[in-house]
């Protein structure tokens, strides 16, 4: 079995891989003061709970935004499962050409959602995460990162109403039911959620015209269902895409053994010549 780890922000996301199927999925939260061993007594009592073996746990590969978290859970996978996980970073293989000024400025999550979506639904596409940040990547149709754009997150933008202002309360973010509040909470909610609606549909049509045709669009990240549901932009949900995505990088590298950083620098280096002429 294979065990996927997905850190993010403010939720970690853990998978446990059989073969192809994904068997389990779990998501806590994000606690940069944990130690490893605290991480562990979560993650044990999950596996207990789907009676999954800590010795059929034979491979891991990490995924991480925040860096004070990948030392931690490299402990965790070696004094728990005995391994050493695979992490996502510079010199790792993941089969996409990263067309930007400095490739090393992507997020390796976002890599990893390019290939996953590209390797699921072909290209060209457009991948939303609404996750803590909103963030947009846009794949060609050979499978190239061409960029994208990000934007505060939902969840930041609704706490912002609430930490800067004196009289806006906390809201739960759930649909509204009219674009017209009647009160302060429906108001707000209004805002936040069809605000973000119009972003996505405007980003989206933005990247389109810029691509010169159309595009698949794919949603992911904790608010990809309640966004998704009032936009007809958004094609497909895919709630696990990280994780897939962090299964088919630990194949490839298994297959294919990372080269060295200096290598990897230069393909790197290739790829912007390569992008440099336009989109493919």
């Not at 810029?210 to 949900?237: D, F, H, N, Y």
Request: overall charge neutral; proline content about 4%.
């Amino acid at each position: 079995m294979l065990l996927a780890i997905d850190v993010g922000n403010t939720k970690v996301a853990i998978g446990v891989f059989e073969g192809d199927r994904l068997r389990a999925t779990w998501r806590v939260a994000t606690d940069t003061d944990n130690l490893a061993d605290e991480y562990a007594v979560l993650l044990l009592g999950l596996l207990a709970q789907e009676r999954i073996n800590l010795a059929d746990i034979k491979a891991a590969i990490l995924c991480s935004v925040v860096p004070s978290l990948v030392p931690i859970f490299e402990e965790l996978c070696q004094k728990y499962f005995k391994i050493a996980p695979l992490v996502v970073g510079a010199g790792i293989k993941t089969g996409v050409r990263i067309c930007m000024d400095n490739p090393r400025e992507v997020g390796a999550d976002r890599v990893v959602n390019a290939m996953a979506a590209h390797r699921m639904y072909g290209g060209p596409l457009i991948v939303i995460d609404l996750g803590t940040a909103t963030t947009f990547d846009v794949v060609s149709k050979d499978g190239d990162y061409l960029g994208g754009a990000i934007a505060p997150g939902v969840g930041i933008a609704a706490e912002a109403l609430y930490k800067n202002t004196a009289k806006l309360p906390q809201v739960e973010l759930v649909r509204p039911r009219h674009a017209i509040g009647k009160n302060t909470v429906s108001a707000m909610q209004s805002g936040i959620v069809f605000g973000y609606v119009g972003l996505v549909e405007g980003i989206v049509a933005r990247i389109k015209q810029e691509l010169g045709g159309s595009a698949k669009v794919i949603a992911t990240g904790g608010l990809a269902e309640l966004i998704a549901r009032e936009t007809k932009v958004i094609e497909k949900i895919a709630p696990d895409l990280t994780l897939v995505g962090l299964k088919l990088v630990y194949e490839i590298n298994q297959a294919n053994p990372a080269q060295p950083a200096a290598d990897s620098e230069k393909k790197h280096a290739q790829g912007q010549e390569d992008c440099a002429g336009g989109n493919r």
